[in-house]
């Protein structure tokens, strides 16, 4: 079993940045591709950001590509998400997610069915 717990969210001007932790219970870390998700009120969760679990490759939504960062230590068993640029339309519960089928050091998903352990969400709110 792991655990994910989130931090890092709270309420930030439109422009400004954020970062977002998930710490991971658990000594297999290393092995699960992290990825993370958001879910805005009234809307479906979506796919945010994945990396592989040699942190050798990323993919992001088209909607934060090039603003959002996704990266890993798997020796603090952390994964991270640094989002810079904000928008309102950022505004959602974010999500870490574990997928613990290793397949390869460059496997990821970007399918939320695939992922086998999800965090409680933090809140990440953007003013205009």
């Known amino acids: 079993q792991v655990q994910l717990v989130e931090s890092g969210g709270g309420l930030v001007q439109a422009g400004g940045s954020l970062r977002l932790s998930c710490a991971a219970s658990g000594r297999t870390f290393s092995r699960y591709a992290m990825g993370w998700f958001r879910q805005a009120p009234g809307k479906e969760r979506e796919f945010v950001a994945t990396v592989s679990t040699s942190a050798g490759s990323t993919y992001y939504a088209d909607s934060v590509k090039g603003r959002f960062t996704i990266s890993r230590d798997n020796a603090k068993n952390t994964v991270y998400l640094q989002m810079n640029s904000l928008k309102p339309e950022d505004t959602a519960v974010y999500y870490c997610?574990?997928?613990?089928?290793?397949?390869?050091?460059?496997?990821?998903?970007?399918?939320?069915?695939?992922?086998?352990?999800w965090g409680q969400g933090t809140q990440v709110t953007v003013s205009s």
């Open positions: 997610a574990a997928d613990a089928q290793y397949y390869s050091s460059n496997y990821y998903s970007t399918m939320s069915s695939k992922y086998d352990y």
